[in-house]
């Protein structure tokens, strides 16, 4: 069993990435963001029928996950650490590239709300309108006038930070 979770979290490790870099702004929050993830995903995985679609599970646990902490200002547990596995996990290290690149974009995106960081996340990555709507349990067409308003909103942000 853990070397079939292994195999899908190095499988779908971008979701996870993104999730963090989309809820977290410091190197250490997504750190633990992501561990408290990996945590979730393993307590929830005996449960998990293969025959779902395993990206929108992962999104679904990952975003409601990251979520809940957000929304918790209580102190919390030391994380587990995922070091002792026999199974390597993957590098989620970033090229100063990207940071450059994507910079003007996260800092907008960081003005979302929750819901609307969720959708920028899942639109990002080409998940269709049922599959947001699954995964944020929302009507498809709730998706399209929230993403609409969103990209306006995206767009005014942007230009405000070139100005």
Partial sequence: MEKEFVRLLNQHRGIIFKICKIYCQKEEDRQDL??????????A???????????????RIGMNTAISNYRKEKIRKSPVSFS??????????????????????Y????QLSQIEKALVLLYLDDKSYEEMAEILGITKSNVGVKLNRIKAKLEKLIKSFQN
Avoid: C, G, H, R
Wanted: aromatic fraction near 18%; hydrophobic fraction near 45%; charged fraction near 20%.
């Fill in 34 to 43: 992501f561990q408290e993830i990996v945590l979730q995903l393993w307590k």
């Fill in 45 to 59: 995985f005996p449960a998990f029928k293969q025959d779902a679609n395993v990206s929108t599970w992962m999104y």
């Fill in 84 to 105: 002792n596995l026999p199974y390597p996990l993957p590098d989620f290290s970033e090229t100063d590239d990207f940071i450059i690149e994507t910079a003007p974009l």
């Fill in 107 to 110: 800092k907008a995106i960081d």
